[in-house]
C-alpha cells in the first residue's frame, strides 16, 4: 500500500464548478499534510498547508481527518488557471527527509 | 530572485556514460534533496542534505551519487546511468526550523529531463 495515496483522475470540470480532490495516507504518525499544485512540465509549488482546525485560502479550502487519515482539497468557482496537477503531500515527525509525495490528481477546467 | 537552478533541463545520453546534473539555490537554504518524478509513481526522493557534509539516502538512491561541499550547490552523479534512470529529475531546497524538520515548503527547481538510451 502506497503512504500516500490519491486518486489521479483526470477530473474534467466545467468552469465554476466545485471540485474536490481526496488524499488518504497510511502513517498514523503523520504530523504534517500541504497541497502542492504542479503545472504541466513545470515544478511543484507548494498551494497550502492543511492545519488540523482546516483552513481557507480564498477559492480554496484544505481539511484534516485524522481518525480516518485523508486530507481533502475543495476549489470552488473553478477557473481555467486552476488547471493542473495537485499534490498530497505528508511529514511524518522526526526526520526531515519525510516528506511523501502523493502522484498527483489532475484536474482540467473546461470553458 | 529567489531561485532554485538546474542544470542541464534536457540531456540524452547512453548506457555508461557518467553524467552530472548540477542544483544551485541562492537562498542560503540548509537543507537540498533530489527527486525523480516518472508516472504514476509520483515524486520520489533519491537522496537530501541537512546541510553542507551531511548526506543521506532518500528512498530510491541506487544508481546516484550526491556531493554537498558548499551550501548552495547540491549536485546529482550518475555514474553509470542505465535506461531505468530515465526520469524527470527535480532539486528542492528548504530551509530548516526547529532542529532537524523543515517547514513543509520545498522551492523546486524547474526539473530536469533526462533520457538515457
Known amino acids: 500500500r502506497k503512504e500516500v495515496e490519491q486518486d489521479p483522475g483526470p477530473f474534467n470540470v466545467p468552469e465554476g464548478a466545485t471540485v474536490a480532490f481526496n488524499c488518504t495516507y497510511s502513517?498514523?504518525?503523520?504530523?504534517?499534510f500541504f497541497w502542492y499544485r504542479q503545472d504541466c512540465r513545470k515544478e511543484p509549488k507548494l498551494l497550502m498547508s492543511v492545519y488540523s482546525s482546516g483552513n481557507e485560502d480564498g477559492r480554496f479550502t484544505a481539511q484534516l481527518n485524522r481518525a480516518s487519515q485523508y486530507i481533502s482539497l475543495l476549489i470552488r468557482d473553478s477557473k481555467l488557471s486552476d488547471s493542473a496537477t495537485y499534490l498530497c503531500?505528508?511529514?511524518?515527525?522526526?526526520?526531515?527527509?519525510?516528506?511523501?509525495f502523493g502522484s498527483g490528481t489532475q484536474l482540467t477546467v473546461l470553458p | 530572485e529567489a531561485q532554485v537552478t538546474q542544470n542541464p533541463r534536457y540531456l540524452i545520453t547512453v548506457t555508461g556514460k557518467k553524467l552530472t546534473v548540477t542544483c544551485s539555490q541562492n537562498m542560503n537554504h540548509e537543507y537540498m534533496s533530489w527527486y525523480r518524478q516518472d508516472p504514476g509513481l509520483g515524486l520520489r526522493q533519491i537522496y537530501y542534505?541537512?546541510?553542507?557534509?551531511?548526506?543521506d539516502k532518500g528512498d530510491v538512491p541506487e544508481g546516484y551519487k550526491v556531493s554537498r561541499k558548499e551550501k548552495r550547490n547540491f549536485p546529482l552523479i550518475l555514474e553509470s546511468p542505465s535506461p531505468n534512470q530515465t526520469s524527470l529529475y527535480f532539486c528542492a531546497s528548504s530551509r530548516t526550523s526547529g532542529g532537524a524538520t523543515n517547514t513543509g515548503e520545498l522551492f523546486f527547481g524547474e526539473g530536469s529531463r533526462l533520457t538515457v538510451l
Open positions: 503531500v505528508v511529514r511524518s515527525s522526526g526526520s526531515a527527509r519525510q516528506l511523501t
Open positions: 542534505s541537512m546541510n553542507v557534509e551531511v548526506t
Open positions: 502513517n498514523s504518525a503523520s504530523q504534517s
